[in-house]
């Protein structure tokens, strides 16, 4: 259903100063229910503001109180089955949600906090049991616990099929063995979705073989968990993980053992959504603010704004944000569908990630001295816009999906 007529007179995406301003009520592409999620999560995150951000990026706190909000409000469960508790939205409405809060300022460091909670545990809802299901959904969705996600190694990075740790059948568990890099959000999480190997790999037809899915404990005497001092998003913990028989309750599988990878990759597309989504909603704030400070700072007698070399680059980086957008919520649409190939998504993921960084690189620019200051935040957007463009899936690595896939060339690699 259309929303509200667009007002002839006024644009309908005006860069406003806040994200509670900055509703989308005179967008005609906007569904009701989501244009209700954009309401509600700007209400939330307008009581943290710029400010707590900056003070969280410097202190390294966890963002609990967020978290908090929003599993208080329901937002925890907004794409998981109502069952469990969950308002069983679509990615549609997940990504306004994500854009949101990105966009109110918290950038990669409010989104990292709750973004494995909002559609992490896909792989569980599509493949877990019933019993499994109540008991892992629930207490994530109430924001009882948190969850993170072990995927990538040191030794294998992008080539996730030869991933080494492995996992050996004892009795009615399994033993872990192996190491885990860039796992985000493990200081803080009380269950893991960690990818191992259970076949060897010279015993399979296939490398996507062998692979199996567990979502358990993470248990800190049994993984030793390592934070990696990093550029940006200081208050959201990444980590390595080492472990050596570590040992988990075969009721901890998800799917079927040596399916892993085809269970895991059902969260991948909407994965690449929602990150795309929270680039977008990054490189709109710092956009707004390369915006506000291009009217206000006057310079040679007039605002820098009235200069060309800066509003061309401002007007350029919104088309380029729009346009991105649009292939965001066209890849959300086609997902919700049931449409599973991934050319939408990763495209949305690509356009977004150099489109907010592009964005985020002039708003430092447009500030000239003072975008290098943590005051006007820009700096802090500019260090945190950089983990769309590496996670989870590389720019290089989209184009090989989209020359093989789409276009049929040769595979590269
Ligand atoms: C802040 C942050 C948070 C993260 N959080 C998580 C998390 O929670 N869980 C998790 O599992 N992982 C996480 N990651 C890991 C992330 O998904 C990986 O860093 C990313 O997938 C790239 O892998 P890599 O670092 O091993 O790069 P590598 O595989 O070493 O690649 C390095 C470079 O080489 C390029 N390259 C490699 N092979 C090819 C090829 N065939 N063709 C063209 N180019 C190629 C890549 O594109 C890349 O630019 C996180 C990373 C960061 C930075």
Redesign the pocket.
Known sequence: MLATPVDAKRSSRKIHARATEYLQNYDTDLTDSQRTVREAISKICAKYPDEYWRKLDESKEFPTDLHRSLADNGWLGICMPQEYGGSELGISEAAVMMQTISESGGGMTAASSVHMNIFGLEPVVKFGTAEQKARWLKPLIAGKERA?????EPNT???TLRLQSQAKKDGDSYLLTGQ?I???TAQNAQKILILVRTTPLSEVTKPSHGLSLFYTDLDPSAVQITEIP?MG?AAVD?NSLFFENWRVPASDLVGRENDGFKTILHGMNAERILIAAEALGLGYAALRRAALYASDRTVFGRPIGMNQGIQHPLAESWMQLEAARLMIYHAARMYDAGYTAGEYANAAKYLAAEAAFQACERAVMTHGGMGYAREYHVERYLREVL?PR????????IC?YIGERVLGLPK??
Do not use: Q, Y
Not at 148 to 152: A, D, K, P, Q, S
Not at 390 to 397: G, N
């Open positions: 993170c996600f072990g995927v990538t990075g992008l080539d885990k860039w796992i985000s990093k998003r990444t983990i590496i996670a989870p899936v590389s720019r290089e690595m090989n590269s690699f």
